[in-house]
């Protein structure tokens, strides 16, 4: 329950809006609830939907304060319902519920969030061409299992801090190309984006979930680019109606935000750092809009937020550089990763990465497979992920961060009760 209190200390204190309200709906024989956001100022007739998914332990009206998609949602023009888990739990494809407790009380929640988007589409709320599904942690596990099992019925989704499962590989057959977005922290110690084994489910690591989803949409070679403390990989050259794209995020098992504070660091105690210069509902919905039926709604007296288009360049197909040897007793920190880290002094990009072919038959004692990406990768600067050639992303009328010539990691957000060191800054 520590981990719902630091949820609910990030979470942001302003007053639920006029319009929402709390829905009850029967699924399965159940009695269930949700939260309904409406937008201010909109226009009557059906409105696009999203429907966001808490993670596990997590209040609905916390996950609806914390991840601040309502201000978006007021400003596009679209409705947002925030299902309620049964004791804060989603039952979400694996064989224990958040991968930790077992399924005393089997329901099918994949048909509840289903229940939410034909209830609101039957009262004329909804636009059902334009509906879209995300979820965070827990949340973003059933997400992934309604993308697999009912693709057709949401336009589009996107995960934050989940990994499939490995029997995914085979299981997860959808009815039609899925466009999916997947956010993964490279410290985050709850899902590791390296992959783990759970009591429900041996998990794969993040890149190999992207790579599943742009193998089922039928995807050509991604492209990469960087962003604030985070690299984005995408693939838009797939089957008609498919895409990927899959940020890995420098920070913990929190999303990205535009800005942080005080308490988000008490947070990143348990949950790794919550990254920064990054705002997840922003990029989610910039992804979401580019599927569905009709054109986005215009809220009247409000202008439309001018969202700048990511620049994309292709990762230039370069020789791996020598490796140099490991040091045995390094003299300075300067020289501490010698061996480990590829040398920033050697102008060439390294070679795209190859994801690893899932393991047909997983094992909960088998080790991660040789060449599973560890959550420290090498690269993270300061100011973002650079490589050479890659193009990085920045605000208009703004001077890229320089990238450093010495591999480093980024630091946790400061501590909001001590000044961090001189020697740190």
């Not at 200390?9 to 609830?33: E, W």
């Not at 089997?106 to 289903?114: I, N, Q, S, T």
């Not at 010698?338 to 047909?360: C, E, H, L």
């Amino acid at each position: 329950m520590l981990l719902v209190a630091l949820l609910g200390l990030a979470a942001s204190p302003a007053a639920a809006q006029s319009r929402d309200s709390v829905r009850t709906l029967t699924s399965g024989g159940l009695s269930r609830d949700y939260i309904l956001h409406l937008p201010k100022n909109a226009p009557p007739g059906p409105l696009p939907l999203v429907i966001a998914l808490h993670g596990a332990l997590q209040p609905a009206g916390m996950m609806q304060r914390y991840l601040d998609l309502d201000a978006v949602a007021d400003r596009e023009g679209f409705i947002v319902a925030y299902p309620k888990g049964m004791n804060l739990l989603w039952n979400d494809g694996r064989s224990s519920i958040a991968g930790f407790i077992p399924l005393l009380h089997k329901r099918d929640d994949g048909r509840f969030v289903l229940d939410v988007l034909e209830a609101l589409t039957a009262e004329g709320l909804v636009d059902p061409s334009r509906a879209y599904l995300m979820g965070f942690s827990n949340g973003g596990f059933l997400t992934a299992y309604v993308a697999c099992k009912y693709a057709d019925r949401f336009q589009a989704y996107a995960t934050l801090m989940m990994t499939v499962p490995m029997d995914y590989a085979e299981s997860c057959r959808p009815s039609k190309p899925v466009p999916i977005l997947l956010m993964n922290g490279t410290y985050d110690p709850i899902v590791p984006a390296f992959g783990r084994p759970t009591p429900g489910a041996r998990l794969m690591s993040a890149d190999a979930t992207a790579a599943l989803f742009a193998r089922l949409d039928g995807c050509a070679a991604p492209e990469r680019t960087s962003a604030p403390h985070a690299r984005i990989t995408r693939w838009n050259d797939c089957t008609t109606g498919g895409a990927v794209a899959y940020y890995e995020v420098a920070g913990g098992h929190q999303p990205p935000s535009q800005s942080t504070d005080a308490v988000d660091a008490l947070a990143s105690v348990l949950l790794g750092p919550r990254s920064s210069g990054l705002d997840a509902p922003e990029e989610i919905w910039t992804f979401f809009k580019r599927f569905g039926g009709a054109p986005p709604v215009e809220i009247a007296g409000r202008a439309p937020a001018a969202t700048p288009a990511l620049a994309l360049a292709p990762v230039p197909q370069a020789a791996a550089p020598k490796p140099r040897p490991a040091r045995a007793e390094p003299a300075t920190l300067a020289n501490a990763w010698d061996g480990i880290v590829p040398d920033a002094r050697n102008a060439s990009a390294p070679a795209p990465t190859a994801f690893a072919a899932p393991d047909p038959a997983p094992s909960l004692t088998r080790p991660i497979a040789p060449g599973a990406p560890l959550p420290l990768q090498a690269g993270f600067v300061r100011a973002g992920f650079v490589q050479p050639g890659m193009v990085q992303e920045t605000a208009p009328g703004t001077q890229a961060a320089p990238s450093t010539r010495l591999a480093q990691v980024p630091l946790p957000p400061p501590s909001p009760l001590r000044s961090r060191a001189a020697s740190t800054q």
